[in-house]
């Protein structure tokens, strides 16, 4: 029975032009973070409406099965709303058990997050029965594990105007800068202001002290006539750079792009160091762009920082990327790289302080932090970008651990009790350095590979850095389309069965065969449209335990 069929005349009849049907999700603690940054990067998390905690004796979650009439369904008194409010749990409508079974227990916390995404009585959104649908249309779509229930919620809508103060000072400072326009510029009323407001994207990000804005800030009709026609001729656009600054309490403000995967100007198109040409920065110094990474260049540069999961990255947004979406991933790095229950029995006792770790893409840290934090005894890392090391030097200090640097191809230097070793180099070099400092660090357990668009190039290199003797996990990164996942799992698998095979792994009375397998595969966040992140965790393991 679809959802429409449940919502009779007489509930239709209530909903005034002030009110609407919202959707809320519910999700276990330790996920509202990651999709509460999803949400508010997509503009739908609705700040003018607290996180709660979930209790379905509170809530009133209801199976949608057995809501047939209108007195059915509970009515939440709330002295503060003008409107009734009223709220569906759509479990058994919309969720997929087997997803979410595994995510959490009964005995978990668990929060309803509010969104701003509203729905109509006959929303085909609805009648899909499809959570991933939904999901979808709220740029969860790499996040529908997380979700353990999705909720309809009966509720006033706000006016526009109100929902843009709710979501973000961003747009009461657009309001007053417009407000404050010379009789000149012939905004043409009230009313043309507010269509101004409705087409404005208000997400936000702060990195301290800068502020990113979207590329669709103000992208959308009829702005971009008035950018290039009255504001800009006239420096206005100065003025609001400022004021945003200055309310904001940031002193660096700029419009973030995509990392492009092509730089077609450059002699060398591949964007392999991943410079974040689009970038434009709009108010502050940033600095020069293509200088060279030297010492006083690194001390005059624009640097910012963030913390995730209580670690420090910093990196100089001129000059290298940062990416908050992959925080799903580090976080699950915290605690696949300690937990033994998921892996095959071995010659050393499974602690992280037994093993080393690979970044063979290590950027300023993303990865390769994690694994400093969940006790790795010594990550390994390989990265060219010059500024993404400065990046992680800085970013590493400041969580405590120390690092050594190595820049000469030919030089192995002095192995010392550094956390990171970082090597300044192409991680074609990676099997011969493993090979150099298998006698002076343990084990190589982990290996990472966080390249994209597919961090193929490297699963040879991948291969030969394990540890010869006990194998161990290599985490390969991967966009791949959403119904191709399954597809491309086993065409994975298949390419590391041929390269294990082609680097001849030890066997003999002393040293096992070894067996390739995909142990899980995590869908990390939407890339594009249609496009998962993937992460396919590939063990490469003693076929028999030692």
Avoid at 13 to 28: A, K, R, Y
Avoid at 140 to 157: G, M, P
Avoid at 161 to 171: G, K
Avoid at 174 to 187: A, F, K, T, Y
Wanted: overall charge neutral.
């Amino acid at each position: 029975m679809d959802f429409a069929q449940h919502v009779d005349d007489r509930l239709v009849d209530t909903l005034d032009e002030g009110s609407g049907l919202f959707v809320s999700l519910v999700v276990v603690k330790r996920e509202v973070k990651t999709i509460k940054q999803a949400l508010e990067a997509c503009g739908h998390l609705d700040k003018s409406l607290k996180i709660t905690s979930y209790a379905p004796s509170i809530n009133g979650s209801l199976d949608i099965h057995s809501i047939r009439h209108i007195s059915n369904i509970q009515r939440h008194n709330d002295t503060k709303r003008s409107a009734p409010h009223f709220t569906w749990g759509l479990t058994d409508h919309l969720v997929d058990h087997h997803s979410s079974s595994d995510l959490c227990t009964d005995s978990e916390q668990k929060f309803v997050i509010p969104t701003t995404f509203e729905v109509g009585r006959n929303d085909e959104t609805l009648t899909t029965r499809s959570q991933d649908a939904l999901l979808s249309q709220l740029g969860l779509s790499s996040c529908h594990q997380a979700v353990v229930e999705l909720h309809l919620t009966y509720r006033r809508r706000p006016s526009a105007r109100l929902l843009a103060n709710h979501r973000s000072l961003l747009a009461q400072v657009v309001r007053r800068w417009l407000d404050s326009m010379p009789s000149s510029v012939e905004l043409r009323g009230r009313p043309y202001i507010e269509s101004l407001l409705e087409a404005c994207n208000w997400s936000y990000t702060i990195y301290a002290p800068m502020l990113l804005l979207p590329s669709t800030f103000l992208s959308k009709p009829p702005w971009p006539e008035l950018v290039e026609r009255r504001f800009r001729p006239n420096d206005l656009l100065r003025a609001l750079y400022e004021m945003i600054c200055e309310q904001l309490k940031v002193t660096h403000l700029a419009v973030n792009g995509p990392i492009p995967a092509l730089l077609p100007d450059r002699a060398w198109p591949a964007n392999v160091l991943r410079s974040p040409t689009e970038l434009v920065p709009l108010h502050g110094d940033f600095g020069e762009p293509n200088l060279p990474p030297t010492t006083k260049n690194f001390q005059d540069a624009f640097w910012v920082s963030a913390v995730q999961n209580g670690i420090t990255q910093v990196w100089a947004p001129l000059y290298t990327m940062f990416s908050r979406g992959n925080i799903r991933e580090k976080t699950r790095l915290l605690r696949l790289a300690t937990q033994p229950s998921t892996l095959c029995q071995t010659a050393s006792p499974f602690e992280p302080k037994n093993m080393s770790a690979v970044d063979l893409y290590a950027g300023i840290g993303y990865f390769a932090f994690s694994y400093a934090r969940a006790g790795i005894s010594k990550v390994i890392c390989w990265e060219l970008n010059s500024w993404s090391i400065e990046g992680l030097r800085r970013g590493a200090e400041k969580n405590g651990w120390g690092t050594k640097i190595v820049r000469d191809v030919d030089s192995q230097q002095e192995i010392g009790d550094e956390r990171l070793l970082v090597f300044h180099e192409s991680n074609v070099n990676a099997a011969r350095r493993a090979r150099a400092l298998r006698e002076r660090v343990p084990p190589i357990r982990h290996v990472n590979c966080g390249y994209l668009p597919s961090s193929s190039e490297s699963w040879n290199a991948a291969i030969r850095v394990l540890d010869p003797a006990e194998g161990g996990w290599i985490h390969a990164h991967e966009n791949v389309a959403a119904k191709h996942i399954a597809e491309r799992k086993q065409e994975v698998v298949e390419v590391f069965e041929d390269l294990v095979d082609e680097y001849h792994l030890p066997s003999s009375s002393t040293t096992p065969s070894f067996r390739v397998e995909c142990q899980h595969v995590e869908q990390v966040k939407a890339y594009g449209p249609g496009i998962i992140h993937c992460v396919f965790d590939i063990a490469i393991l003693p076929s028999t335990p030692l």
